[in-house]
Nanobody, 120 residues
Framework: VQLQASGGGLVQAGGSLRLSCVAS????????MGWYRQAPGKQRELVAA???????AYADSVKGRFTISRDNAKDTAYLQMNKLSPEDTAVYYC???????????????WGQGTLVTVSS
């Protein structure tokens, strides 16, 4: 599975952005998919995800502002980000858990990251 993320950019506080993540390869092997972010000097953290059982999960810091969605026909996941604040500045990565085989089992695939910068 390969992931291609896009949609990052510079936005003013209070603005919105929508990130896209296009998956390719063995799409049917994907078990879950989500978005992570890493701010300078901080650890990578989960932002939003579709879980293995098909539910959505969000970090407390983005609940009510961010929405994860997907278009199965386009093999694409989205992250709609509203009411952005400077604290949301980070590199955003899409991630997918996918089944590789009986040996390695489920493996995480990562996109290349897209930078979101929110100015105050």
């Amino acid at each position: 599975v390969q992931l291609q993320a896009s949609g990052g950019g510079l936005v003013q506080a209070g603005g919105s952005l929508r990130l896209s993540c296009v998956a390719s390869g063995n799409i049917l092997s994907i078990k879950s998919m989500g978005w992570y972010r890493q701010a300078p000097g901080k650890q990578r953290e989960l932002v939003a995800a579709f879980t293995h059982v098909g539910r959505t999960a969000y970090a407390d810091s983005v609940k009510g502002r961010f929405t994860i969605s997907r278009d199965n026909a386009k093999d694409t996941a989205y992250l709609q980000m509203n009411k952005l604040s400077p604290e949301d500045t980070a590199v955003y990565y899409c991630q997918a858990d996918h089944w590789v085989g009986p040996g390695p089992g489920i493996v995480a695939a990562w996109g290349q990251g897209t930078l979101v910068t929110v100015s105050s």
